[in-house]
């Protein structure tokens, strides 16, 4: 059975300011999933506090310890910190999660500099990645710790729910059983990756719940050499394999019609090259 334990952050819970509406969403959005919610444990914002909760968690070895609040540009925000003392891990300013922080104030159309307060949302624990965070500010975090994966959301609401939606619930769901994934990778010669990019957008238009992501591998004999690599997920195996293998086709024609080609393909629906 998959583990989940909840980690809130936030003095406000604890003396009553705040309802933790999270907790209980989150325990409904498992229930929903056909798991549960284990565990949820209250910790003040202090820095002590949070590691050795983190630490506590994580020696109950659960399969996902979801940590909520706490990713802000203030001061009292220091849950990343705590992570990273918990987990033995360096802070590091990610670029990633910088870009991210950068675009989401270069979208708001003022001019915002990007003072010390706000590039502090992009210093993550060392081999975590960002998530997006569609709604709001602070990026979301993914880090694995043993066998453990920590997730850490941010404490407004709309903003947990919605990067729980986007990043976490589908890795939960596929680790429950109750979705399967099928991959693909696809080694693509001759095509530039802008050119690339609008080929990725129409075939993710056509199949939205799928994952299609390409890596630049620099040059091979002289040709632009690209890393496709492709996903689907279905509660039917069989579906997840079929959708992932048309998604890897259409691909495959979009890199011809380009005048590139596909010199191997591995996982769903093929095993060539
Ligand atoms: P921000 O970037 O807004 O500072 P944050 O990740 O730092 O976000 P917090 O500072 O912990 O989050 O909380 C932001 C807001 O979300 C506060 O109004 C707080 O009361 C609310 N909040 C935090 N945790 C919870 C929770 N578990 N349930 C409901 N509301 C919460
Ligand atoms: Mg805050």
């Not at 300011?17 to 910790?43: D, P």
Request: glycine letters at 10%; proline letters at 5%; hydrophobic letters at 40%.
């Amino acid at each position: 059975l998959v583990s989940v334990e909840m980690l809130a952050v936030g003095k406000e819970l604890l003396i009553g300011r705040t309802v933790n509406t999270n907790a209980n969403w989150l325990g409904r959005r498992m229930a929903l999933m056909g798991g549960m919610l284990e565990r949820v444990t209250t910790v003040d914002d202090e820095l002590d506090v949070i590691s050795s909760a983190a630490r506590e968690a994580l020696a109950r070895y659960p399969d996902f310890v979801i940590v909520v609040g706490g990713l802000g540009p203030t001061p009292d925000d220091m849950t990343l910190k705590g992570i990273a003392m918990g987990t033995g891990r360096k802070l590091k300013t990610d670029p990633k999660a910088l870009e991210m922080v950068r675009r989401h104030y270069a979208d708001s159309g003022r001019r915002v500099p990007l003072t010390k307060e706000r590039r502090k949302m992009a210093v993550l624990p060392a081999g975590s990645s960002p998530l997006p965070n569609p709604v709001g500010t602070a990026p979301g975090v993914r880090l694995e710790s043993g066998a453990s994966v920590i997730f850490c959301l941010p404490g407004v609401p709309s903003e947990m729910k919605a990067i729980f939606r986007g990043s976490a619930e589908q890795e939960i769901a596929v680790s429950m059983g109750r979705l399967h994934r099928a991959q693909a990778r696809l080694k693509i010669l001759g095509v530039f990756e802008s050119a690339l990019a609008p080929v990725i957008a129409r075939v993710k238009a056509k199949y939205p719940d799928t994952y299609v992501k390409s890596h630049p591998r620099g040059r091979e004999e002289g040709e632009s050499r690209i890393e496709l690599d492709v996903a689907a997920v279905s509660a039917d195996r069989d579906e997840a394999v079929s959708v992932a293998a048309a998604v890897a086709r259409e691909m495959g024609l979009g890199v011809e019609r380009l005048g590139g080609r596909v010199a191997s393909w591995r996982g769903a629906g093929g095993h060539r090259g």
